[in-house]
């Protein structure tokens, strides 16, 4: 069964950059798939950030390209977000999750909240 | 890449059918069978209920049904429970890399 798990910190501050990981159990992610992040705003609906497979590349949602850092690292089967420059509205619950075209397995999701 | 349309509420009786639409686009819904939808409960991640228009992971009940005519693609539930009530939204490929969109979100109350 796979399983994704996100980890970071809960609080940022303004102007700063948001780094999450997202660690994978019962799948190798450097043999198929695309890995990627979604977000959801407080009581808003659900965004495409990133994806990045291991050997196929990258792709990131345009609004936010120059923003956004995906990674991968398949030796310890994690990938990761990196988000710069971060204002309140950037608050939001990530979820990283595979993405089979679109997502299929997602993970809990860890909530973000950019405050001073 | 803009947000497919979706109702933003729907509602039924127990026992009843609810379809929700998911309006999109000839670069997004209307190109591709890669879409999917997904249920939602406060507080937890989205669940896939459906994938590539009309497929069902194993563990849904066949109450959920999906199916596209052109730029829109619906959610049939049919024989309305209490535990439908959730927000449910749809995605869909775009194309090029590995790009995709989601619906608006509609929120399915069980009277």
């Known amino acids: 069964q796979v399983q994704l798990q996100e980890s970071g910190p809960g609080l940022v501050k303004p102007s700063e950059t948001l780094s999450l990981t997202c660690t994978v159990s019962g799948y190798y992610i450097g043999r198929a798939y695309f890995w990627g992040w979604v977000r959801q705003s407080p009581g808003k609906g659900l965004e495409w950030l990133a994806s990045i497979h291991h050997s196929r590349g990258i792709d990131y949602n345009a609004s936010l390209r120059s923003r956004l850092t995906i990674s991968i690292d398949t030796s310890k089967n994690q990938f990761f977000l990196k988000l710069t420059s971060v204002t309140a509205a950037d608050t939001a619950v990530y979820y990283c999750?595979?993405?089979?075209?679109?997502?299929?397995?997602w993970g809990q999701g860890t909530l973000v909240t950019v405050s001073s | 890449q803009s947000a497919l349309t979706q109702p933003p509420s729907a509602s039924g009786s127990p026992g009843q059918s609810v379809t929700i639409s998911c309006t999109g686009t000839?670069?997004?819904?209307?190109?591709?069978?890669?879409v999917s939808w997904y249920q939602q409960y406060p507080g937890k991640a989205p669940k896939v209920m459906i994938y590539e228009v009309n497929k069902r992971p194993s563990g849904v009940p066949d109450r959920f049904s999906g199916s596209k005519s052109g730029n829109t693609a619906s959610l049939t539930v049919s024989g309305l429970q209490a535990e439908d009530e959730a927000d449910y939204y749809c995605?869909?490929?775009?194309?090029?890399?590995?790009?995709?969109?989601f619906g608006t979100g509609t929120k399915v109350t069980v009277l």
């Open positions: 000839s670069s997004d819904v209307g190109s591709h069978n890669y």
């Open positions: 999750v595979r993405d089979d075209w679109v997502p299929d397995y």
């Open positions: 995605s869909s490929y775009v194309g090029g890399g590995i790009e995709y969109v």
